[in-house]
């Protein structure tokens, strides 16, 4: 009968048997197929995974390679600054004391901003603001750093150098009066320049209706020369090039005479220390428009703290009472007390 043997030797199957042996075994084919099919299902949203992995990775670099690595364009704001050198003078607007409007303001004699730096003890000593200028690069790392760190790369001390100068050039020529604050109002009266921790540049601008409208005009200039700004509701924010998150930005906070904002109203003890504002602060070299007692101006700022002595950052740089512990805490105090000295013997704002 067809079929009998079928199961003997594989080698001399007969092709009557060939069905026989393909049903017997057709299980087997049907799990190999299921098998390399899962394992193919696998493989393909392995694949699919490590693709998704790989483009997510991309964007996050970009993404971080934008935040830590600001781009700035630097040859606009470069050109921006060879135009306005040229004036060779600058003429400051100011206010008389209590007095906040418009038609009280006084536009100071023009004067020549570039005169010798104190800047001693700095890890940037004896460099003016438009030295400092020169270090401007396209890619410069500003962010990740802490505000203890004592020094910061020479870029990112270039892009505030740039912007503090382009402010100092340009906002008298549209009529606006400003002066030092905060950080750089320190810096200026302790060091002759910027303070190692302090990241940012902080300005005092008057908040009438006619700055307003300066001010519209001012940025729509400062926005053709590089310096993007923006509106805040305590003033303005200023930063070099398009980069988001810059740690080196540039507030201008405004002060009126009345205001909603108790915050932003001045009171007769601030209004005694800043105005007349003078060009007097000695920052890097150009003179800037100083607080009328800078000294006052800085204890509002820092409280009962003594500011001569440099500490850890809190908010009010660092003005905590507990000195550095660095090991380079030390020569940091010798070159303050150098730059004060300076200041002090050539007549300048000074601790």
Known sequence: ?????????????????????????QPLVWKESILRSRWATVLKYLLITIFLAVVGFAGWYI?????????????????????ERAQGEVAYWTATKGKLGPADRLKTKAVNPSVATCSEGLSHSGRSLGDLVTDLKTWCKCN??????????????ARKAALLEYTAWTLPRFNISFWLGHGVLLGAVREGGFIGHDWDIDLGILREPEDVKNMELWIAQAAKDG????????????????AAGSNTGMDLGYHAAKSSDPHRQFTDKQQDAIFPVE????????????????KELVHQHVGDTNPMVPTRWDGKHALDGNPRKDADMADIQKGIDRSVECLTTDGWAHL
């Open 1 to 25: 009968m067809a079929g009998e043997n079928c199961e003997d030797v594989w080698a001399n199957v007969s092709d009557e048997c060939q069905p026989l042996i393909q049903k017997e075994h």
């Open 63 to 83: 993404y971080d390679l934008n935040y830590v690595l600001d781009y700035t364009p630097v040859s606009t704001i470069v050109d921006a600054l060879k135009r």
């Open 144 to 157: 990740g750093h802490s505000l203890d760190d004592v020094a910061q790369p020479a870029c990112c001390i």
């Open 227 to 242: 310096i993007r700004t923006e509106t805040r509701d305590f003033g303005y924010v200023s930063e070099l090039g398009d």
């Open 279 to 294: 060009p007097s602060c000695n920052f890097h070299g150009f003179l800037m428009p100083c607080p009328h007692n800078p």
